[in-house]
């Protein structure tokens, strides 16, 4: 009798295999390079751009708004469509269809206006011409007449005029007006945070090719197909049949591809379909930067009591978040920021609450973390300013304030902390980082450098892994083995140079005992997979490995059935080791020669696999249940140097101790972590996003926005996976995902910068410092320390004089 999935699953849990199998090359728990490494480094990786071009490929342009908000009075587009080389120009009346891209079905996210315009820099028409410097050339020629209306430019003004895209919501725990009332010691203030852009080294880009029937494939750089798949669908009028989409890999995607490549997708396939020609969107740098959502900025106001030892009794907290003019997935990512406003701490007695405010600017969007960062980086400031006021450690308030283990344990929204490693971490980061001996030589440091002052600190991560939008914690995938033994393997994530492809293959490899380099690994297909999820929220690597897991263990279970039969031996007699299939004592095969055995023997080499996240509950009106699979934990400790004369700034060592389970791929995770962490010290620090009063982004290139460059990483890197890392919860391989928690590491670099702030007034003074850590914003926070000094002086020797 042959065995089912879930009883193999069973048999042999994820978690026994502790290091790489001897003999396979390539399988789980190996350092496995990314399977596109080598490409990326010689150029020979395809991109959608580079994908050859069929004779009479359109490429697209779009014309842009001169306004933040307005109705159109006139668009003349007759010199647009005299010019050279246009073939067709687009404006809302072209849309054949659902005049609507919106991932939430808000209908509030249209591929081209109509009639109104909503942000300085929206695409109100778009050109396809016979050469993309055409299509551009073409677009500066529209004349267009606009009425202008008020235009809502900053969260203060959305929220006095009560502009939201969404309703605002209210997350509690316990009594915080009481707690906070009975509390010893009190403090509140307010922190502004700032968005990011994503900056992906690929931008936006769609290239539609017709097919028969009105049908259209569209290549798109995209972390959803499954959505684009669907958009475009609505747009055309057709069914979702009639869309295919399909990504080998991005260059990049942070989030910044989760929902907004479907406009882009939208004007290309309009075309394609409407020509009878491929057509491509390729946005420019400076177009992509204004065009598409950014992080969303914050402003954060808080209330926090707390007793002499720095624990919190009580917090207050709110969020007001600037989520542009459409809805897109700002619910969602306000809900994680006040999810993870707990961070690492058990806050027993708080009310959280979340503004969504809607202004005229370009629609923010989805940014690794997904409103996690923010919350965190809240709350962390909020732990250094209660270490100032009681002059404590601020590792030692953070240590009082952890959650515990048999109590203390629930969060705001009512979960259980079930596997709380945060003291362990804790412990290994403080002794390979040499916290405290060092700790006391920055402070003699300071006390004698009048000018260059140096900062440490150490924060904590406790990030939590799934979808908090339930019905998307699901994944499908598609195995084939041919005649001679090779694999062809798919599944519903996609590439973006994270490494989720190799790590399923890795698994897939695992699990049939061959060497890595027997599959195949091919690109993401709607037409192959159906309704998949976004590869998003750290999930790729849990969800697809664990749904090509499935599809390999069924075919598995055919050949041991078959192999069984065959030479008349128990199914349990049966094992695959690398290379080879060994039945009992009768025969040892190898695994090419089973395969073309049981394909003689009309046995099916096909099959899918899904999977679903088990566990996973909450009921958003009670704002409670169990949104989480499992937590993520990791720790860092930052050094900084700042100058207090000019603001400049400069990391000089991180140590990081990160918790990955029992990795997949050690070489993957630790380029995972280091990434992120850069990538959350930019935002953290140099990355500014600017609009002038008009509404124009005027940080809309690399010459005015400052990315980290290799000069800013730190001189002293210290990265170690957690070497006690494991998974309580039943994830792949007792892996743990990688994607997003580590960026949140590098809040540590904003609190070692505050650090340094403080130490300009011995400690006394909390500086005001608010994201991004730049120059400016250092000079204004030393400037507000020194003048906090004088103040305090002045009020010392008024005291003495009366």
Known sequence: MSRTPSQLVDQKEPGELMAPTPGLSGGVRSPSKHDSGPKHVTGEAVYIDDILEPFGTLHLAPGAATIAHGKIVKMDLSKVRSAPGVVCVLTADDVPGVNDVSPAHTHDDPVLPDGIVQFYGQPVFCVAAETREQARNAAKLAHIEYEELPAVLSIEEALEKQQFVAPPHVMAQGDAVSALARAKHRRSGKMEIGGQDHF???????????????????????????????????????????????????????????????????????????????????????????????????????????????????????????????????????????????????????????????????SNTAFRGFGGPQGMVAIERIIDEIALTLSRDPLDVRIANYYGINDRNTTPYHMTVEDNVLAELTDEIVASSDYRKRRAEIDAFNADSPVIKRGLSITPVKFGISFTTSFLNQAGALIHIYQDGSVHLNHGGTEMGQGLFIK????????????????????????????????AASSGADMNGMAARDAAITIKNRLIAFAAEKYGVAEAAIRFVPGRVMIGDVADVE????????????????????????????????????????????????????????????????????????????????????????????????????????????????????????????????????????????????????????????????????????????????????????????????????????????????????
């Open 200 to 362: 992906y080294l690929e931008g936006q880009i769609t290239f539609a090719i017709p097919q028969e029937d009105g049908d259209v494939l569209l290549h798109c750089s995209t972390q959803h197909p499954s959505e684009v798949q669907h958009n475009i669908a609505n747009v055309l009028g057709r069914p979702a049949n009639a869309v295919t989409v399909e990504v080998r890999r991005m260059g990049g995607g942070f989030g910044g591809k989760e929902t907004q490549a479907s406009q882009w997708a939208a004007l290309s396939a309009i075309v394609a379909v409407k020509t009878g020609r491929p057509a491509k969107m390729r946005l420019d740098r400076d177009d992509d930067m204004v065009m598409t959502g950014k992080r969303h900025d914050f402003i954060v106001e808080y209330d926090v009591g707390f007793d002499d030892d720095g624990r919190i009794c009580g917090l207050d907290i709110q969020y007001a978040t600037n989520c542009g003019f459409s809805a897109d997935l700002s619910a969602a990512i306000c809900d994680r920021a006040m999810f993870h406003t707990d961070n690492a701490y058990y806050l027993g007695d708080v009310e959280i609450r979340s503004y969504r405010c809607k202004t005229n600017l370009v």
């Open 504 to 535: 399923v293959a890795q698994v897939v490899a695992e699990e049939f005992q061959i060497d890595l380099d027997r599959i195949k690994i091919t690109a993401t297909n709607t037409g192959k997979v159906p309704n998949t999820s976004a590869t």
């Open 591 to 802: 695994f090419a020669d089973l395969v073309k055995l049981a394909y003689l023997a009309r046995v099916s080499l096909s099959a899918t696999g899904y999977y679903a996240t088990p566990k996973i509950h909450y009921d958003r009106e009670t704002a409670s249940g169990r949104p989480f699979y499992y937590f993520a934990y990791g720790i860092a400790c930052s050094e900084v140097m700042i100058d207090t004369l000019t603001g400049e700034n400069k990391v000089t060592r991180v140590d990081i101790c990160h918790d990955v389970g029992r990795s997949l791929n050690p070489a993957i995770d630790r380029g995972q972590i280091e990434g992120g962490f850069i990538q959350g010290m930019g935002w953290l620090t140099s990355e500014e996003l600017w609009w002038n009063d008009a509404g124009q982004l005027r940080t809309h290139a690399p010459s005015t926005y400052k990315i980290p460059a290799c000069s800013d990483r730190p001189e002293d890197f210290r990265l170690e996976l957690w070497s006690s890392g494991r998974n309580v919860e039943k994830s792949i391989h007792r892996s743990k995902a990688v994607g997003e928690p580590p960026l949140m590491l590098a809040i540590s670099v904003h609190r070692a910068i505050a650090d340094a702030i403080a130490s300009v007034g011995n400690g006394k003074v909390i500086p005001m410092l608010d994201t991004p850590a730049t120059p400016e914003a250092v000079l204004y926070a030393v400037a507000g320390v020194a003048k906090g000094m004088i103040a305090r002086h002045h009020d010392t020797i008024a005291a003495a004089g009366e």
